[in-house]
C-alpha cells in the first residue's frame, strides 16, 4: 500500500538503505573456535594413550614380579586417527557477478553473499561434527508418518530445530544409534518456525522418538565421513550401565583402541541424579570432581544456553535481595537490579572451572567438563580462516554479511588450503563458477580420562 498518488508513480525512485544488510542465521559455536587447531599430513594421526599401570606393586617383590611376569606392564594403546571431510559449495554465473559489482547495482556482490552463506553453514556444520559422532546426527524426530509430498512436525528441542536450515535434506536411522542404518526417505526443508519443521518428503515412512535425524551426505554407508566428534570420544550410551547397548559399544575398536579394557579411556561420566532431585549445579560440581580425581586439569564447562538458564534459575533461588539489587559491574549504581548471571565458575577443593561457555550446538541435556589444552583440531586443510567470523570465544555476535572477503574468482586448486575455484555448468546466460569450501581433518582428545561427559537428563 502506498500513500503516494498513484498518477505520479512513475516519477517516483526506489530509496535503498546504506546500512549493512544483516541475517537470520543462529551464532557460531564458540567452542569449535576455542580448540587449537594443527596442520598434519599421512593417513592418520596417531595419538599415544597409557590405559593402566599394571597394578603389580606389592608388599613382596616375589610377588610383584611374579604378576609383572604373568600379567605384564599394563595396557597402552594408540588412537590411529582417520580424517574426515566436509565441503560447502555454491555456483554463481558471469552475469550474476557483473551485475552486483558496485553498491548501485547490490547490496553486496553476489559472491560475496554466496560465500557468505557458504562459510556458515561450513560453520554450523563443523559444530554439528564437533558434537557428534561423524554421521551428521542432530537430534531426535517426533513420532509421525510421513505422507509423500508436504509434511510439517513439531520438535521437541531447539538445538534440534536450529540445526534444519530451509533447503537442507535430511535422512532418519531406522535404530537408536546414530551408526543405525538409515531409512530410504530424503526429506527437504521447506519451512522453519521455531520448533516447527515443515518438510517435503519422498517417501511414506514411520519414525520413532529414538531414531536420529542426520544430514544428508555425511556418511558412505555405515562409515562416518564426518570428522568424530565428542559424543564419540566421551559417550553416553546407555547412560554407560552394564549389561545394556553400553557393552557393545564400548567393547568396539575406536580408531582402533578397545576402550572396554579402561572405560576411563573414553572420559569420565556423570549422570545426574533425577530421582534424588539433584540440582544441575551439583551434577557439574561432581564431575569436576571426577576429573579433578582422574588427575586432569579442567578449565572450560560447555552446556547448552537452556542448561545455563537452568542453573542460573537454581542459583537466583538461592540469591538474596540485596545481592539481587547489587550485582552490577560498577558500585556506582547500588539500586540496579540485574537478573541473571554472567559468568558461572565451578571449583572442587583447589581445582577451578573458571571458564563456562553456553554453546546453542551443544546437546541440550549434554554437558562437558573439559581440559582445553588436550583437544586439538588437526587438519590436512586450512581450518583457521573459515572458521574465523571475527567474535572472540563467548562473546555474542555474528559476522556481518558485508565482513565476509570476496572469494578468487579465478580457477584455482587449494586457495588458501581451503577454496577451490572450479568450472561449473554451462547454462543457457553462459559459463558458471563452482566454489566449494572444503576440509580434511579430525577431532582428537589427547587425555580423554582428564574429561567429563554429564547426562543432565530430560
Known amino acids: 500500500?502506498?500513500?503516494?498518488?498513484?498518477?505520479?508513480?512513475?516519477?517516483?525512485?526506489?530509496?535503498?538503505?546504506?546500512?549493512?544488510?544483516?541475517?537470520?542465521?543462529?551464532?557460531?559455536?564458540?567452542?569449535?573456535?576455542?580448540?587449537?587447531?594443527?596442520?598434519?599430513?599421512?593417513?592418520?594421526y596417531n595419538v599415544f594413550l597409557d590405559m593402566g599401570n599394571g597394578g603389580n606393586a606389592s608388599g613382596s617383590l616375589r610377588a610383584s614380579t611374579d604378576n609383572m611376569i604373568a600379567n605384564g606392564n599394563g595396557p597402552s594403546a594408540q588412537f590411529a586417527i582417520s580424517s574426515g571431510q566436509m565441503f560447502a559449495t555454491f555456483q554463481i554465473?558471469?552475469?550474476?557477478?557483473?551485475?552486483?559489482?558496485?553498491?548501485?547495482?547490490?547490496?553486496?556482490?553476489?559472491?560475496?553473499?554466496?560465500?557468505h552463506k557458504s562459510l556458515d553453514s561450513f560453520r554450523k556444520l563443523m559444530a554439528i561434527s564437533l558434537y557428534g559422532s561423524g554421521f551428521g546426527e542432530?537430534?531426535?524426530?517426533?513420532?509421525?508418518?510421513?505422507?509423500?509430498?508436504?509434511?510439517?512436525?513439531?520438535?521437541?528441542?531447539?538445538?534440534?530445530?536450529?540445526?534444519l536450515a530451509v533447503g537442507q535434506v535430511f535422512r532418519v536411522t531406522n535404530g537408536a544409534l546414530p551408526s543405525s542404518s538409515v531409512r530410504t526417505?530424503?526429506?527437504?526443508?521447506?519451512?522453519?518456525?521455531?520448533?516447527?519443521?515443515?518438510?517435503?518428503?519422498?517417501?511414506?515412512?514411520?519414525?520413532?522418538?529414538?531414531?536420529?535425524?542426520?544430514?544428508?551426505?555425511?556418511?558412505?554407508?555405515?562409515?562416518?565421513?564426518?570428522?568424530?566428534?565428542l559424543s564419540a570420544w566421551l559417550p553416553t550410551v546407555g547412560n554407560r550401565v552394564p549389561g545394556s547397548a553400553w557393552d557393545a559399544y564400548i567393547a568396539a575398536p575406536f580408531f582402533g583402541v578397545d576402550r572396554s579394557i579402561n572405560a576411563a579411556s573414553a572420559g569420565q561420566?556423570?549422570?545426574?541424579?533425577?530421582?534424588?532431585?539433584?540440582?544441575?549445579?551439583?551434577?557439574?560440581?561432581?564431575?569436576?570432581?571426577?576429573?579433578?580425581?582422574?588427575?586432569?586439569?579442567?578449565?572450560?564447562?560447555?552446556?547448552?544456553?537452556?542448561?545455563?538458564?537452568?542453573i542460573v534459575q537454581e542459583l537466583n533461588a538461592q540469591t538474596n535481595l540485596w545481592q539481587a539489587i547489587n550485582m552490577t559491574a560498577s558500585n556506582n549504581n547500588p539500586n540496579e537490579v540485574v537478573r541473571g548471571i554472567s559468568q558461572l565458575k565451578f571449583a572442587f577443593s583447589s581445582t577451578w572451572v573458571d571458564q563456562t561457555f553456553d554453546d546453542p550446538w551443544c546437546p541440550t541435556f549434554t554437558g562437558y567438563i573439559l581440559q582445553k589444552d588436550v583437544l586439538e583440531l588437526a587438519a590436512l586443510t586450512n581450518v583457521e580462516t573459515p572458521l574465523n567470523d571475527g567474535i572472540s570465544g563467548n562473546d555474542p555476535g555474528k559476522q556481518p554479511i558485508d565482513q565476509t572477503s570476496a572469494p578468487d574468482l579465478n580457477y584455482y586448486w587449494l586457495i588458501e588450503d581451503y577454496l577451490t575455484s572450479m568450472p561449473g555448468p554451462i547454462v543457457q546466460n553462459g559459463a558458471q563458477l563452482q566454489v566449494a569450501v572444503q576440509f580434511y581433518g579430525c577431532w582428537v582428545n589427547h587425555a580423554p580420562s582428564n574429561c567429563a561427559v554429564i547426562n543432565f537428563v530430560s
Open 1 to 44: 500500500m502506498s500513500i503516494l498518488d498513484p498518477t505520479l508513480a512513475a516519477v517516483y525512485k526506489e530509496w535503498y538503505t546504506d546500512k549493512s544488510p544483516y541475517d537470520t542465521y543462529f551464532r557460531n559455536s564458540p567452542l569449535v573456535k576455542t580448540i587449537p587447531t594443527s596442520r598434519i599430513g599421512g593417513k592418520t
Open 185 to 229: 526417505s530424503k526429506n527437504t526443508v521447506t519451512h522453519v518456525n521455531g520448533l516447527s519443521i515443515t518438510f517435503t518428503s519422498d517417501t511414506i515412512e514411520t519414525w520413532a522418538v529414538t531414531d536420529w535425524i542426520e544430514l544428508d551426505g555425511c556418511r558412505n554407508g555405515s562409515t562416518p565421513l564426518l570428522p568424530v566428534g
Open 269 to 310: 561420566f556423570i549422570l545426574r541424579d533425577v530421582g534424588g532431585s539433584e540440582k544441575y549445579t551439583d551434577a557439574v560440581t561432581r564431575g569436576v570432581n571426577a576429573v579433578r580425581t582422574a588427575g586432569g586439569l579442567p578449565d572450560l564447562l560447555v552446556i547448552n544456553p537452556q542448561i545455563y538458564f537452568k
Open 138 to 163: 542432530i537430534g531426535h524426530p517426533v513420532v509421525i508418518t510421513t505422507v509423500v509430498g508436504a509434511n510439517t512436525m513439531t520438535l521437541t528441542d531447539q538445538t534440534t530445530a536450529n540445526s
Open 93 to 115: 554465473a558471469q552475469a550474476d557477478i557483473l551485475a552486483s559489482r558496485t553498491v548501485r547495482g547490490a547490496f553486496v556482490p553476489a559472491p560475496v553473499l554466496l560465500l
